[in-house]
């Protein structure tokens, strides 16, 4: 009999950790080894059981689901991770794929596209569900060719959460929905700025601003009028 694929799932629902690990038990390939409800003690049993795969929501109690997939692929490169979350906007996305995540299925499509998903990220491929796919391609269509080819030494001197902060700060989001679509605290959100401003040598919100508009970063015509 060959090996099955482990799975951990990290999820803060019980009944949902339910509903997946049913939905998974109906494919014989792969066997869920374990299940968490936060961030802790899903990289404790990451770290323990080391599976092949790991379930994981994006909105954790003590963390957020982005970061811990990020700790989970240092700690454990060859670990697969398949995002299953409400969350279908494409900043969530393309952070979770940045963060190492090799799959990104919403919830309320889990029930017929999870294994689907599983099996092509289990065996090394990488999976969105066809539900959000029109989404990233008109998205990344709006995309500037020139916002991936930003060689300004200061600029990478940020970490690339301060250059997640940098832009949402330039195009005027206030700190405490930057601090939610981040999953992170205002205070973090106002120490990651200091960071910039100081990195940068930048004094103003306006200077910021300028500076992010002269890399390509922000639309200029937002600040307009």
């Given at each position: 009999?060959?090996r099955?694929?482990?799975?951990l799932?990290v ?17 014989t ?19 323990k ?13 003590d963390?957020?689901?982005?970061d811990l997939t990020?700790d ?28 190492g995540a ?13 294994v689907?998903?599983?099996e092509t990220v289990?065996?090394g491929?990488y ?5 959000l796919?029109?989404k ?10 020139k916002?991936?080819?930003?060689t300004?030494?200061?600029y990478?001197?940020?970490t690339p ?12 989001t ?8 981040l999953f992170?605290s ?9 960071n ?6 930048l ?5 910021l ?8 970063l922000?639309d ?6």
């Open positions: 009999m060959s099955k694929t482990t799975v799932i999820d803060d629902h019980p009944l949902f950790r339910e509903g997946l690990k049913f939905l998974i038990s109906r494919n390939t792969f066997d869920v080894v374990g299940e968490a409800g936060n961030g802790r003690e899903g990289l404790r049993l990451a770290k059981l080391k599976p092949d795969l790991v379930i994981m929501d994006i909105s954790l109690p963390t957020s689901g982005i990020r989970i692929r240092r700690l454990l490169p060859e670990t697969r991770v398949m995002i299953v979350s409400m969350h279908s906007k494409i900043d969530y996305i393309s952070e979770a794929f940045q963060a090799t799959g990104y299925v919403v919830k309320e499509s889990a029930a017929g596209r999870l689907q998903g599983l289990s065996n491929g999976f969105l569900d066809s539900s796919s029109h990233v391609v008109k998205r990344l269509m709006e995309f500037p060719e916002e991936a080819k930003i300004d030494a200061g990478e001197t940020l959460r301060e250059q997640q902060v940098m832009r949402l700060l330039a195009e005027g206030p700190a405490k929905e930057i601090a939610e679509r992170i205002p205070k973090t959100v106002e120490n990651h700025r200091t910039i401003m100081s990195k940068l040598d004094h103003s919100t306006i200077e601003i300028r500076y992010a508009a002269r890399l390509g922000i200029v015509d937002l600040w307009k009028g």
